[in-house]
Each structure stands twice: as structure tokens, then as C-alpha cells.
């Protein structure tokens, strides 16, 4: 086994390991590992697998799919910035990654571009304002 392979059996071990966290529940141990698995700079369509469940695992553990946006603190706030991120992200590397080839892989990339571009699209003004004690909405940034 050569050292590419090495690294490509370490980063599908983070990422199993990442998958089997998030599937008990435990989405800060699973971002951890997709972390992990990032540090070894894997190719543009594994990169995309793995930013796109990042980003859906940060969504997770702060729970943000069953809170109202303008019920984020400040510091949430920039965990919502970082999705943001992350999702713009896949959408690069995909779109570099098609502009002059067809993908010939088994991850589904066009499915995960999509699902980033959508969540990108519909999570763009999430907790972009804020409530104060009184009651009052107050813009962010």
C-alpha cells in the first residue's frame, strides 16, 4: 500500500468514524472527525463530501433546524457564518471541478451541490437579526 492509499484509508476511517458520532447523536464528536479527515487535504470530490456533512453537522448540534433565527446568540451567529462558508465551499469546488470535465465518481457531488446550494440559499438570512430582552429585532451585521 503506498502512502495515497494510506491516506485515503485514513480519511474514509475519520469519515466512517464521523458518520457512526453523528448517527448516535453526538455531532460535535462528528464534526471532529470530518475535521480530521479535512487535514488531509483529500481530492476536490471527496472535499466535497466532507464540507457538506460538516456544515450539516454544525447546523445540527446547535440544533438551528428547531429554533427561530432571531433566537441565536451572537456567538451562534458566526457558527451560522461558518455553514455559510462551508456550503459556498462545495459549491466552488464543484463548480471548478466541472468547468471542463465530467465527475467520474461514486459520491453523489451534483446531489450534494445542489443540497448545498439550496440550504445556502434558504439558510442566507438565518439569524442575520436578533431579539433583545424587550422584545425588539435588532439587525446583526
Not at 64 to 85: D, L, M, P, T, W
Amino acid at each position: 500500500m503506498n502512502e495515497n492509499d494510506n491516506v485515503k484509508q485514513l480519511i474514509g476511517e475519520h469519515y466512517n468514524q464521523g458518520i457512526e458520532n453523528a448517527n448516535k447523536g453526538l455531532y460535535g464528536e462528528a464534526i471532529e472527525e470530518f475535521e480530521k479527515a479535512l487535514r488531509y487535504n483529500p481530492p476536490p470530490e471527496i472535499k466535497i463530501l466532507l464540507y457538506h456533512d460538516y456544515a450539516s453537522m454544525i447546523w445540527l448540534k446547535n440544533d438551528f433546524q428547531n429554533r427561530e433565527g432571531a433566537s441565536i446568540s451572537h456567538e451562534e451567529y458566526e457558527e451560522v457564518k461558518k455553514v455559510h462558508q462551508i456550503y459556498k465551499q462545495v459549491i466552488d469546488i464543484y463548480e471548478k471541478l466541472t468547468e471542463n470535465a465530467i465527475i467520474e465518481t461514486e459520491i453523489p457531488v451534483e446531489e450534494l451541490y445542489n443540497n448545498s446550494k439550496n440550504n445556502l440559499s434558504a439558510f442566507s438570512l438565518y439569524g442575520c437579526i436578533w431579539r433583545d430582552a424587550q422584545g425588539n429585532l435588532h439587525r446583526r451585521d
